[in-house]
């Protein structure tokens, strides 16, 4: 059961401009949402979150947004850097110490 | 800073064979978590553990997995007979307390059944 997707399995984008992740969702109980960055033989490293009662999280060059009536999350990296070439996860829950349904995953490469 | 670790980093292992993965989560969390990602596979959730028993489980926790939390540090995935299938990178992590969502993700461990 996908309840979680991301539908774009690779994304490359030039050093300095907006990378953009998407990340669609079914359930809607889900009410807490995460990205993870994860490098290849590394665990996955948590990046920023947002709650249902928000639209949207920044932090620094990460900006979170989610559209609850269309289930859909973005996430907005801007400006883009060569480091922050990795693979993307999303991950939702429905209610804290739940588990975490996750993404596919994006494999995000900034080219310099 | 506080991290979640694992042991071993890689585990090879015959078919049949019993393996335990290890996990020290961070020393104040209070919920703890296993998961897995078989190679070009999404992660998928195996188990959630929280005042010494399992609060929730998913479809790919058989009889065959178990868990425990045997001296208050260590956190244990054991696998009871290994399945070519269940080759995988195993993931352990841990949440402070049940009003945080952020879960700290060890390093994994490499699961190999020949």
């Known amino acids: 059961d996908q309840q979680v997707k991301q539908n774009s399995p690779s994304l490359s984008v030039q050093e300095g401009r907006i990378s953009i992740l998407n990340c669609d969702y079914t359930?809607?109980?889900?009410?807490?949402f995460l990205w993870y960055k994860k490098y290849p033989a590394e665990g996955p490293t948590f990046l920023i979150s947002i709650s249902s009662i928000k639209d949207k999280n920044e932090d620094g060059r990460f900006t979170v947004f989610l559209n609850k009536s269309a289930k859909h999350l973005s996430l907005h990296i801007v400006p883009s850097q060569p480091g922050d070439s990795a693979v993307y996860f999303c991950?939702?829950?429905?209610?804290?110490?739940?588990?975490?349904?996750f993404g596919t995953g994006t494999s995000l490469t900034v080219i310099p | 800073e506080p991290e979640v670790t694992q042991t071993p980093s890689h585990q090879v292992t015959q078919m049949g064979q019993e393996v335990i993965l290890r996990c020290v989560p961070i020393?104040?969390?209070?919920?703890f978590y296993w998961y897995r990602q078989i190679l070009g596979q999404k992660v998928e959730f195996l188990v959630s553990?929280?005042?010494?028993?399992?609060?929730?489980k998913s479809e790919i926790f058989d009889d065959q997995f178990s868990v425990e939390r045997p001296d208050g540090s260590n956190f244990t995935l054991k696998i009871r007979s290994t399945k070519l299938e269940d080759s995988a990178m195993y993931f352990c992590?841990?949440?402070?307390?049940?009003?945080?969502?952020?879960?700290?993700f060890g390093p994994g461990t490499r699961l190999t059944v020949t």
């Open positions: 991950a939702a829950s429905a209610g804290t110490g739940n588990q975490f349904y």
């Open positions: 992590a841990s949440v402070a307390t049940g009003i945080s969502y952020e879960q700290y």
């Open positions: 359930n809607s109980m889900f009410d807490y």
């Open positions: 553990f929280y005042n010494n028993e399992i609060s929730e």
């Open positions: 020393s104040n969390h209070l919920y």
